[in-house]
């Protein structure tokens, strides 16, 4: 039996020996760092055997083991070494084998999780990167749509600038040639040639904003304003256009609490829908604006009598250019008005949706409260 005094020489000298190994062996991993797993584990289990065979050395070396113990001890240490550093190696093979799965895996063009047993951390690295994969297709998607928006909304603009630029070319030769010669067909002339001036001016200006929303660049000025004279505002910007079309304009507000926002643009994005609401509302119809706070938000409603929008076309109305078949006819609007609606909306941190209900369909805007 060993007596305990020379026991803790033996732990003391064995770690001793051991610090000295396992400093060397950090600093040539340190050289190592980026070198293969594999070669790094070699590092350690010949680090392990060596720091073992030194301690064994030190300790002999001090008296403490006789020369037939040491020869056996180094045997078995020496062969465990050899078995314990074989395993090292499989395992490096194994992770360098994983990891080349996962980097085909990345190379191909569509990331899908490898399907072979990957270590834990593998496995995280691979469920993160098919979520970031996910992600960037995502963005991607989105990225084409807009794309092709975008190209669509150059290709029917054009062609909605091109038709009243053509009418309007052919009534002002017409009126420089004196083809037209009675007063009447002059006076007409003239008053179609404003009209459709004004037209192209609110298109462009519309393709303005819409460029400044898509751009980020809408630079909104908030201020407290009412809810009632927001309502009272749409209403009274769009009655002479009711009177005209015969239609009934009412405004109501429930509960009149402020909120903050860029009353010049908010105002543009409810004059938008209460003129698609008159313009979709037959003569003797009504359009109804109503004002109310509910579930902790300021909601201004647009309620019309158009006779309801087909359901297919109900998720598509805000998409820029978007018109309904009806709509598609000479004179009638470009399709921005509502793309222009959810923009401002949108910056404002509200929302905006539609549905059918009742006698026609109902536009509804949600804006945060005041703080
Ligand atoms: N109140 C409504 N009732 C029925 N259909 C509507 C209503 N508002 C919009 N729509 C449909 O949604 C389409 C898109 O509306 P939006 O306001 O974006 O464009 P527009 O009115 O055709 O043109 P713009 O507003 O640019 O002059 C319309 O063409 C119409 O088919
Ligand atoms: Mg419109």
New binding site residues.
Partial sequence: MIPFEDLLWVVFYAALAALVVAGAALAVLHGLRGRSVGTQLIVVGAATVLATISGILVISYLMLLNDHDRSVVLAVVTSAGLVAMAVSVLLGRRLAAANRTLVEAVRADEFRRPAAHLPAELAELSRELEAAYDRLAASHEREQALETSRRELVAWVSHDLRTPLAGLRAMAEALEDEVVADEETIHRYHGRIRVEVERLT??VD?LFELSRIHAGALRLSRQRVGLADLVEEAVAGAEALARAKGVRLRGDVREGLPVQVDAGELGRALR??V???I???PGDGSVEIIGEVRGGEARVT?A?A?GG?PEG?LPR??DVA???E??RTPG????????I?RGIVEAHAGRIGVANDGP??R?EVRLPLMA
């Fill in positions: 609110e298109m519309d938008n829908l003129v698609n609401a313009r979709h509302t647009v019309d158009c929008i076309d109305v805000f978007f018109r309904g009806a709509a009638g609007g470009a399709g921005l008005g509502l793309a609606a026609g369909c536009f």
